[in-house]
């Protein structure tokens, strides 16, 4: 059996709300993501959102740059607020 390889690099998350009509610049920023713009119902859900996929991803015992982009987008579903 062949071991897959750990992915190697660096990963970030990036979200990027566009609905902003009230001419306020919302800026949230951490160690691998950044959120920028939207209102600010948009950016309080985009930063919910990954803090709870941050939170599941330590929860596996994942690093961001470990997980395939179909588990990523599992994770942001299951953690975007309804």
């Known amino acids: 059996m062949s071991k897959k390889k750990p992915r190697k690099g660096h ?3 990036l ?3 566009l609905d902003n009509d ?3 610049k919302r800026v949230t920023t951490g160690e691998q ?3 920028l ?3 600010a119902e948009t950016h309080e859900r985009m930063t919910e959102t ?3 996929t941050f939170e599941e991803l ?3 015992g994942k690093h961001l740059n470990e997980v395939r982009p179909v588990e990523l987008a599992d994770i942001i579903k299951k953690a975007s607020p309804r």
Do not use: Q, T
Request: aromatic fraction near 4%; avoid cysteine.
């Open 11 to 13: 990963a970030a998350l």
């Open 15 to 17: 979200g990027l709300g």
């Open 22 to 24: 009230d001419g306020h």
């Open 33 to 35: 993501f950044a959120i």
């Open 37 to 39: 713009g939207g209102s």
């Open 50 to 52: 990954v803090v709870k």
């Open 58 to 60: 330590k929860l596996r």
